[in-house]
């Protein structure tokens, strides 16, 4: 029990040393512009890059179960512990609410790296997604569903990534025809360097 204590009381003690970092960065920041007279545009560009305690990112999962956020960033062991925890329950139950009040309410699930769920792992990702529709009152096919997803082996016109999107979103070729498209990324072309070019030292 002691043991339990002191380890709570060391992970409060490091979340106040953080926020007090990030509180001194940022009047850091505010001095530096006041100082330096910075335009309008170029003072909010600067702020961007720190973070402010007073900002609309959220820091603590206590927050999100108070007040769920608009876009949250997980990962699938995370929320298969959330679909399972009964405090996480506001955040699924609000959205799902959120969702009934107007058709015009879109619910976007965006998943990066999508060619390494293959397999196994895959299939449980593929499921828990499923899981986590279905407590939205959404399935793969509902209208106010978009799903967005990064990969870098993806090819459009190829039948294997097709099949790939169709088995692990759960939905048939027609669906996929009609609602589904993979956008290749292409290089921008970079002109050579001229061969009397003056190279930086």
């Avoid at 956020?69 to 609410?97: A, C, V, W």
């Amino acid at each position: 029990m002691t043991e339990l204590l002191q380890s709570t009381t060391n992970k409060v003690n490091q979340l106040k040393e953080q926020l007090q970092q990030i509180e001194t960065d940022s009047n850091r920041v505010a001095q530096y512009i006041q100082q330096t007279e910075e335009t309008k545009s170029d003072a909010k560009d600067l702020k961007s890059f720190f973070q402010r305690l007073d900002g609309a990112e959220m820091r603590s999962r206590f927050d999100m179960q108070v007040a769920p956020p608009d876009i949250m960033i997980t990962n699938y062991s995370m929320l298969s512990i959330m679909l399972m925890r009964d405090i996480d329950k506001g955040i699924f139950d609000e959205t799902k609410q959120w969702l009934e009040e107007s058709e015009n309410n879109i619910f976007h699930l965006i998943i990066d790296e999508l060619h390494l769920y293959r397999g196994t792992q895959g299939t449980e990702v593929a499921y828990l997604l499923k899981l986590v529709l279905n407590r939205l009152g959404l399935n793969p096919n509902h209208p106010q569903l978009r799903i967005l997803a990064s990969s870098a082996s993806l090819e459009a016109g190829d039948e294997e990534s097709k099949n790939f999107v169709c088995d692990f979103f759960g939905v048939n070729h027609e669906h996929f025809n009609q609602n589904f498209k993979i956008i290749e990324g292409k290089n921008n072309p970079i002109t050579s360097f001229p061969e009397n070019g003056r190279k930086l030292q």
